[in-house]
């Protein structure tokens, strides 16, 4: 029987679990990070993975800080065959590597050394990749740069956002990692080192990076837009207020306008000039303290004043 701690935070991570429970490994415990305020009532939640754990009656481990924690040496003393992570959000110390005989593997989502960091998918969405896929890789002391066990290629489509993309690499994951482990424990699976001269990063997003710049292509903002959908969202400005653009499509256009200015208004949104002659329809959208509603619903409404010519992003 081999015994394995799992460490693992967001939705991304429940999948993985699950896997290794109903792979019939014997999961002695779980780490994930503490129980945060939620919403506007900011309520104390359990990380999904919390939630999943207890579901299986799994003892969990919620240090702020794992380095020096009293909760590591719990950890170390649990004496695993193998670590399991998938977007813990804490890199490992070098003390707890050394520990399971099968060592420490990683799922990330991105097909490394590509998009090294917490932010992957949102990267190869905005980047405006045609594909990416899942890395299984052992864990190092130095953000996911160990060698690599295996990997799977995700096509993403042109409607594809970091919802729709999440849930299929969460899945990817979750299967790969059912292939891959049985391949470690025989010694089937040859690691292979990454490249160092085609290492890029996918840092987390700031808010500045969240604004839309209209001066882009239409394909860049749509990517832009979809690459932060739904979370943390795009914004824009209108009126000098923040204006959050949930959804979008791209239109062919040929009305010249200064790129941010609004050309056209249709029932169902209205349609803004860019760098190029791809304009953005916006659809679904947020103006400032109010609820998220369709492009119809505001130009019935709040936007019901909006006029040709009007400039976003000012």
């Known amino acids: 029987m081999i015994n394995i701690v799992f460490m693992g935070t967001p939705d991304f991570s429940v999948p993985v679990l699950r896997q290794l429970i109903d792979d019939g490994y014997n999961v002695i415990g779980v780490v994930t990070q503490p129980d945060r305020p939620v919403g506007r009532k900011r309520e104390i939640t359990p990380p999904p993975v919390k939630v999943e754990a ?24 649990l004496k695993p065959d193998l670590i ?60 996911d740069a160990g060698d690599i066990l295996t990997q799977v290629t995700v096509p993403i489509q042109d409607d594809d956002h970091v919802g729709t993309l999440h849930d299929k690499l969460s899945v990817a994951g979750a299967k790969l990692l059912s292939e891959t482990i049985p391949l470690l424990i025989e010694g089937n699976v040859t690691p292979k080192k990454q490249d160092n001269e085609k290492v890029t990063y996918a840092w987390n997003i700031t808010r500045e ?12 903002i749509y990517n832009h837009i979809r690459g932060l959908h739904p979370w943390p969202v795009a914004y824009t400005t209108y009126k000098e207020k923040t204006m959050k653009l949930w959804w979008a499509q791209k239109i062919n256009s040929k009305k010249q306008a200064e790129p941010g200015t609004i050309i056209e208004i249709k029932e169902e949104g209205f349609v803004v000039a860019t760098g190029d002659d791809t304009a953005i329809l916006i659809t679904d959208l947020q103006p400032a303290g109010k609820k998220r509603m369709s492009g119809e619903q505001f130009l019935r409404g709040a936007g019901a004043a909006m006029e040709l010519g009007e400039k976003l992003g000012e």
């Open 54 to 77: 207890l579901k299986h009656d799994i003892s969990t481990y919620q240090p702020e800080k794992l380095r020096k924690s009293e909760e590591l040496q719990q950890i170390l003393d």
């Open 209 to 220: 990076q969240e604004k839309v710049d209209w001066n882009k292509s239409g394909q860049d």
């Open 84 to 143: 399991v992570t998938a977007a813990y959000g804490q890199i490992l110390p070098n003390e707890l590597l050394e520990v399971p005989k099968l060592g420490c593997i990683n799922v990330h989502a991105s097909l490394l050394p590509e998009y090294r960091g917490g932010a992957p998918i949102h990267y190869s969405i905005l980047d405006g990749k045609k594909e990416t896929g899942i890395t299984i890789m052992y864990m190092v002391e130095k953000l």
